[in-house]
């Protein structure tokens, strides 16, 4: 088992930055990945990005250019730092982690974004 814990959400205005956070409960081993979906309500949960144990990153194409995701091994960490931010991206964001076949997520942080 592994718990995951996000912070980092909150209010911006349009055009700013904000940093989420997911943190670990231990070690995460080979062959996972980690990253965020959002959620709107009326919408599909949509795959925001995602960065796998080698490195590798995808990114919906709504967050391109303006999204990072990025992984601190040693903290057990995922970040995903967002710029440029627009209304259309206010949701709550899921953490999740897949590793072994299981899915976990985290507990969701709301990000609202005001023009």
């Known amino acids: 088992q592994v718990q995951l814990v996000e912070s980092g959400g909150g209010l911006v205005q349009t055009g700013g930055s904000l940093r989420l956070s997911c943190t670990a409960s231990?070690?995460?081993?080979?062959?996972?990945?980690m990253g965020w979906y959002r959620q709107t309500p009326g919408k599909e949960r949509e795959r925001v990005a995602v960065?796998?144990?080698?490195?590798?990153?995808g990114y919906a194409d709504s967050v391109k250019g303006r999204f990072t995701i990025s992984k601190d091994n040693a903290k057990n960490t995922a970040y995903l730092q967002m710029n440029s931010l627009k209304s259309e991206d206010t949701a709550v964001y899921l953490c999740?982690?897949?590793?072994?076949?299981?899915?976990?997520w985290g507990q969701g942080t709301q990000v609202t974004v005001s023009s």
């Open positions: 960065v796998y144990s080698s490195g590798v990153t």
């Open positions: 999740y982690l897949w590793e072994a076949g299981r899915q976990y």
């Open positions: 231990r070690s995460i081993v080979s062959n996972s990945r």
